[in-house]
T-cell receptor
Framework: AQSVTQPDIHITVSEGASLELRCNYSYGATPYLFWYVQSPGQGLQLLLK??????LVQGIKGFEAEFKRSQSSFNLRKPSVHWSDAAEYFC????????????FGAGTQVVVTP | NAGVTQTPKFRVLKTGQSMTLLCAQD?????MYWYRQDPGMGLRLIHYSVGEGTTAKGEVPDGYNVSRLKKQNFLLGLESAAPSQTSVYFC????????????FGPGTRLTVT
C-alpha cells in the first residue's frame, strides 16, 4: 500500500537558522509529490510540487525540495527561517492513476524561536 | 475569485443529529474532495468526485454521504453524528491532469458532544 512518512512530528528551529523537513514515500513508480503548509486555524497552501524533470524544485516563501529516487525521499528545505514560517507542514503524494487522490503524511509542526 | 469556500466555519452537534457541510468552488474544477484532519494523522480522504453527478469512497467513508448535483458544489452529509466525527473538515478541488494540484478551503471545525 502506498504510504507517506514524515519522521519528525515536531521541530524547533531558531529564527535565521536553516530548516529541513523529511518526507519518505513508498510507491513503485515516481508519484506526484507535494508539500503543503498550514498556518494555525487556516487551510492548506501549496508550497511546491514535483512531477518530473529537475529534481530540485523551487517553491514559494523561499522553500525548495529535492526529489531523490534512490532514497524515495522528497525533503523540504529553507536556508533561513523567519518567525512567520511557524506552521505545520505536510508532505503528500498522488498516484497518476488515482484520480488525483492525495495521500498525506502525518505532518511536522515547526516552532520558530527568537 | 473566491477559490474554495466552505460553510459553516464552526458547528457543534449533539450525538445523533444530522448536518450538511457545503463546499463551493468557482474555478470550474472537475475533481472535488472531502478530507478530515485529526491530530497526528494528517488529512484523510472521506469521499471524492471526478465530475458532476459522480462520487466515490475514499479512505474513511463510513458515517458520511456526499452529493455532487452541480459541478461547483460538493456536499458532505452526516446522517447521525457520533463523537468520533469530531474533526476539522477540509474540502479541496482540482482540475486533474496534468498537475493534480489541489486547492483547499478554509475548513469547518465540527464538534460532536
Amino acid at each position: 500500500a502506498q504510504s507517506v512518512t514524515q519522521p519528525d512530528i515536531h521541530i524547533t528551529v531558531s529564527e535565521g537558522a536553516s530548516l529541513e523537513l523529511r518526507c519518505n514515500y513508498s510507491y513503485g513508480a515516481t508519484p506526484y509529490l507535494f508539500w503543503y503548509v498550514q498556518s494555525p486555524g487556516q487551510g492548506l497552501q501549496l508550497l511546491l510540487k514535483y512531477f518530473s524533470g529537475d529534481t530540485l524544485v523551487q517553491g514559494i516563501k523561499g522553500f525548495e525540495a529535492e526529489f531523490k529516487r534512490s532514497q524515495s525521499s522528497f525533503n523540504l528545505r529553507k536556508p533561513s527561517v523567519h518567525w512567520s514560517d511557524a506552521a505545520e507542514y505536510f508532505c503528500a503524494v498522488v498516484r497518476g492513476d488515482s484520480w488525483g487522490k492525495l495521500q498525506f503524511g502525518a505532518g511536522t509542526q515547526v516552532v520558530v524561536t527568537p | 475569485n473566491a477559490g474554495v469556500t466552505q460553510t459553516p466555519k464552526f458547528r457543534v452537534l449533539k450525538t445523533g443529529q444530522s448536518m450538511t457541510l457545503l463546499c463551493a468552488q468557482d474555478m470550474n474544477h472537475e475533481y472535488m474532495y472531502w478530507y478530515r484532519q485529526d491530530p497526528g494523522m494528517g488529512l484523510r480522504l472521506i469521499h471524492y468526485s471526478v465530475g458532476e453527478g459522480t462520487t466515490a469512497k475514499g479512505e474513511v467513508p463510513d458515517g458520511y454521504n456526499v452529493s455532487r448535483l452541480k459541478k461547483q458544489n460538493f456536499l458532505l452529509g452526516l446522517e447521525s453524528a457520533a463523537p468520533s466525527q469530531t474533526s476539522v473538515y477540509f474540502c479541496a478541488s482540482s482540475s486533474g491532469t496534468p498537475s493534480y494540484e489541489q486547492y483547499f478551503g478554509p475548513g469547518t471545525r465540527l464538534t460532536v458532544t
